[in-house]
């Protein structure tokens, strides 16, 4: 099991940047993938970005590519999101999420069993 801990929300006005950072404990990330999700007011659950963590190749959901940037700080088990031109549909609560996901899968959610408690994201007009 991996204990994931996210932290870097908060209130930012519209194109601004944040960078959440997820702090992962527990078993080894060796074979997993690592992602974030979001979920808005009254929306699903929606794939956000992931990372591979053995090999650091990244995929993105297409309402952020070009503005959203996964990585990862192998020593200290940490995986961070740089959010950037930050719109109010950007406005979710974000979960760190790992999975021993594999490429056809990696943006599904039954892709990862190991969630984090989530950080809140708003975005003001």
């Known amino acids: 099991q991996v204990q994931l801990v996210e932290s870097g929300g908060g209130t930012v006005q519209a194109g601004g940047s944040l960078r959440l950072s997820c702090a992962a404990s527990?078993?080894?990330?060796?074979?997993?993938?690592v992602a974030w999700f979001r979920q808005g007011p009254g929306k699903e659950r929606e794939f956000v970005s992931s990372?591979?963590?053995?090999?650091?190749?990244?995929y993105y959901g297409d309402s952020v590519k070009g503005r959203f940037s996964i990585s990862r700080d192998r020593a200290a088990s940490t995986i961070y999101l740089q959010m950037n031109s930050l719109t109010p549909e950007d406005t979710a609560v974000y979960y760190c999420?790992?999975?021993?996901?594999?490429?056809?899968?990696?943006?599904?959610?039954?892709?990862?069993?190991?969630w984090g408690q989530g950080t809140q994201v708003t975005v003001s007009s």
């Open positions: 999420a790992a999975g021993r996901a594999i490429v056809s899968t990696i943006r599904t959610l039954n892709a990862y069993n190991n």
């Open positions: 990372i591979r963590w053995m090999n650091g190749a990244t």
């Open positions: 527990g078993s080894t990330l060796g074979s997993y993938a």
